[in-house]
């Protein structure tokens, strides 16, 4: 086992901050979320398809906003308590769990990125540039991070599958590289709010067309918009990493 950093109280103070704007901002997600459901339950039964899929984007966009602000405060409280830790096996557990959290969230984000990529080619090309940032900020942690022999070989032979022959699991959880591991959950943590930032951006954007849309709404619909408004407000605050 090689040797980890150093204790660092500024970075734990910083994480322990951003886990409970994070919590605000899932249940901000959460709450509007739950009235954009019903919205579009109710626009489903008139004859407005453009503003029925205007808004199947949205709920879409909140849904993933959602998934990543989970793995946002999962990685925030593993890589904590892997800074704390004071024993071997402490640090190789949130280590095992720091890098299945970021397995998950780039293969969903792979998985998602096809239809983010539609999205900001064809209709909200202001967002094209964020999304082209976010696409090299991953490669370039996949490079710095030997993702694939080490982040998804952990996953799948040491998180997800318990390895049975005894001594080689232990040979694999004697060779991590504490340091690199931090370093990696740290860097990812800043990826995440890249993801984050991209989906607030298409969000902001799919709102404005939505408002725009909803000048010929009847009243009874308008009002139903002005709540999810107020919601999205709520919601657009700011929640950035120093």
């Keep these: 086992m090689q040797k ?12 322990e901050k ?4 994070f919590t605000e901002h899932l249940n901000n997600i ?17 004859d407005r398809e453009e503003e029925i899929m205007e808004f199947l984007d949205f709920k879409k966009q909140l849904n993933f906003n959602g998934f990543l602000t989970v793995c946002m405060l999962d990685l925030l409280v593993t890589t904590k308590n892997l800074l704390l830790a004071k024993e071997i096996w402490e640090e190789i557990y949130y280590l095992r769990h720091g890098y299945l959290t970021i397995y998950e969230t780039i293969i969903t984000y792979t998985d998602q990125s096809k239809w983010i990529k539609g999205l900001v080619t064809t209709k909200y090309p202001g967002s094209k540039t964020k999304f082209d940032r976010l696409t090299d900020s991953i490669k370039h942690f996949k490079k710095e991070y030997s993702y694939e022999k080490t982040i998804a070989q952990t996953r799948n032979e040491i998180t997800a599958h318990i390895e049975q022959d005894f001594l080689n699991y232990f040979q694999k959880i004697s060779g991590f590289d504490i340091s690199k591991a931090t370093a990696a959950l740290l860097s990812f943590i800043s990826i995440l709010n890249e993801m984050q930032n991209l989906s607030k951006d298409i969000s902001i954007q799919i709102d404005k067309v ?15 918009m002005n709540l999810i408004n107020k919601k999205f407000t709520e919601l657009n605050k700011s929640v950035k990493l120093e």
């Design 18 to 21: 951003l886990i409970p704007e």
């Design 30 to 46: 959460r709450s509007l979320y739950t009235q954009l459901d019903m919205f579009v339950a109710i626009l489903q039964r008139t």
């Design 4 to 15: 980890k950093l150093p204790p660092h109280t500024n970075t734990v103070n910083q994480l």
């Design 210 to 224: 939505v408002k725009e849309r909803g000048k010929d709404l009847e009243v009874w619909i308008q009002n139903q």
